[in-house]
């Protein structure tokens, strides 16, 4: 299974990035598929997970109205929308797959990719 996450750079504050991760070697539409991130010398935390059909969305207070999270199952890819970015969202954003609810705790998710980078200059 490989998640490899892109779209991540350096973006002013106030800015927007597009996250994609194209998944390869499961069958997406059985998996739900969330973001993590990870800013330096802090623990990895949940942003943003999505249904297996893209019915039912969660996202963090932390970037609730600013993310969205969709998927594209004919294309085995989930998104990650960026808006209103700010200098506390740079981290090392990370694409997981896992079977469904709860979303949050990261133990749920049974495959993780390499992640991207996101760093919001303020």
């Known amino acids: 299974v490989q998640l490899p996450a892109s779209g991540g750079g350096l973006v002013q504050a106030g800015g927007s990035l597009r996250l994609s991760c194209a998944a390869s070697g499961l069958t997406f539409s059985t998996y739900a598929m969330a973001w993590f991130r990870q800013a330096p010398g802090k623990e990895r935390e949940f942003a943003a997970a999505i249904s297996r059909f893209g019915v039912s969305t969660d996202y963090a207070d932390s970037v609730k109205g600013r993310f969205t999270i969709s998927r594209d199952n004919a294309k085995n890819t989930v998104y990650l929308q960026m808006n209103s970015l700010k200098y506390e969202d740079t981290a090392v954003y990370y694409c997981?797959?896992?079977?469904?609810?709860?979303?949050?705790?990261?133990?749920?998710?049974?495959?993780w990719g390499q992640g991207t980078q996101v760093t919001v200059s303020s």
């Open positions: 997981a797959a896992g079977p469904g609810a709860p979303w949050r705790p990261r133990g749920k998710y049974e495959y």
